[in-house]
């Protein structure tokens, strides 16, 4: 039988842990480690696992909101080859700078086109053109 384990990432994994044995009504006791920790049944069987985030740069465990950290951990681990990732950090850096300047002066959210943002939409659909990515 093949079965999946859903993995949750949570900030603080032996709490999480002793919350989620307390719902599922099991006796409380510590996760195998510090940054992750499986429930199981009492057969064995894995009912859910906590990893903490960001631990081990798992892209998909990245904190939320850590947008220079997510590419970071894309270079880091491959996702991004050498070449594509200096592009979407500076590509992030000019839309987040188009955006705080209208966060400062009040404005509404809404950045005008600019040769900034142009070339930094242009460089976020190359590095996903490279990757296969599909944008649109």
Do not use: N
């Amino acid at each position: 039988m093949k079965r999946t384990w859903t993995i949750i990432g949570v900030r603080d994994v032996p709490r999480s842990f002793r919350w989620y044995q307390s719902l599922f009504g099991q006796p409380e006791t510590e996760p195998a480690h510090s940054f992750f920790g499986q429930l199981l049944d009492a057969d064995g069987t894995v009912l859910l696992c906590l990893h903490q985030w960001g631990a081990h740069d798992h892209p998909s465990l990245m904190p939320p909101r850590d947008t220079p950290g997510l590419l970071d951990a894309c270079c880091a681990t491959g996702i991004f080859d050498g070449s594509t990732c200096a592009s979407p950090h500076a590509a992030h850096a000019a839309l987040l700078d188009a955006g705080l300047r209208c966060t400062l002066d009040r404005r509404p959210r809404i950045a005008s086109e600019t040769a900034a943002i142009a070339a930094a939409r242009d460089a976020i659909r190359a590095a996903c053109a490279r990757q296969h990515l599909a944008f649109d």
